[in-house]
């Protein structure tokens, strides 16, 4: 019995929880039954859902955020930055299941790309895990559970029980929102910048591996290039666009003036504040 009650007490949680997340499918509780269940096992401070198809923009279709962090964790992001997210590339790679931790998928200069300095990394996020499931009709939804930056960072063991949980919690979304490709909108994210049509495919490809945070080397090893020939490519890119800095080449990307972005609320705030963890 001894090595038993461990067991038998996570079992008992999971199952209230998976209880509590039943009797709230289809209903506007859903997600923060999803949250308050998975919390029985492993800490998140927050969980958003999004549905991705294609390069169309991106349905946001619930979240545990409050209006500020909403606007600009779920609105900002859904008009644009999310073709340089991380867990969208496994979407466009065919991901349709599965759980990952962003930092472990993400490139390896993600922190000093332009993305994460001007959208993620004023969000106020340490980390997310993602879990990843097929809506149908085309559309895959991102589960993400998250932690703020002043929050304990997500350990192994954390990853390996929501893992653990991921058919349980994949399958749950999926047929909570399972009429879901019946009535979706079919909106576009921006368009880039007019110049970009002087770009080759190559040139960019390239640029979209730049501003997802890829160094040059990394650029070089997956596209089977020389460094040199990523720096050139690199330098007519920028000839060709006008501009002269990644801030520029990020908002020429986004279909606006090669200029720097500045998001609507940038002036007002660098960095949503954070609440402090408080234990449970």
Request: charged fraction near 25%; include cysteine; proline fraction near 6%.
């Amino acid at each position: 019995m001894t090595h038993t009650a461990p067991k038998l007490r996570l079992l008992e949680q999971w199952s209230r929880a998976i209880a509590e997340i039943a009797a709230a499918q289809r209903a506007p509780s859903f997600v923060p039954a999803l949250l308050a269940s998975v919390r029985r096992l492993v800490d998140f401070d927050f969980v958003m859902v999004f549905a991705y198809a294609g390069t169309a923009r991106p349905l946001t279709l619930a979240d545990t955020l409050d209006g500020p962090r909403h606007r600009i964790i779920a609105e900002d992001y859904a008009d644009g930055p999310f073709l340089l997210d991380p867990f969208f590339r496994l979407v466009e790679e065919g991901r349709r299941d599965g759980c990952y931790r962003l930092h472990d998928v993400a490139p390896d200069h993600f922190r000093r790309s332009e993305y994460f300095r001007i959208h993620y990394g004023r969000t106020g996020i340490g980390e997310e895990i993602g879990v990843f499931f097929d809506i149908g009709g085309g559309l895959t939804g991102v589960t993400s559970f998250g932690r703020w930056d002043s929050s304990p960072p997500i350990t192994r063991s954390d990853l390996e029980i929501l893992r653990a949980l991921e058919p349980a919690i994949g399958a749950l979304c999926a047929g909570h929102w399972s009429n879901l490709h019946a009535r979706r909108e079919q909106s576009q994210p921006r368009t880039a910048h007019p110049a970009f049509e002087s770009l080759t495919l190559r040139e960019r490809e390239i640029v979209t591996m730049v501003l997802r945070g890829h160094s040059t080397e990394s650029i070089a090893m997956q596209l089977a290039i020389s460094p040199g020939t990523v720096k050139i490519h690199r330098k007519n890119i920028y000839r060709k666009l006008k501009v002269s800095t990644q801030a520029e080449l990020f908002a020429a990307f986004l279909g606006l003036s090669p200029e720097p972005y500045s998001p609507r609320d940038m002036a007002e705030a660098a960095q949503i504040p954070q609440h402090r963890r408080t234990s449970r």
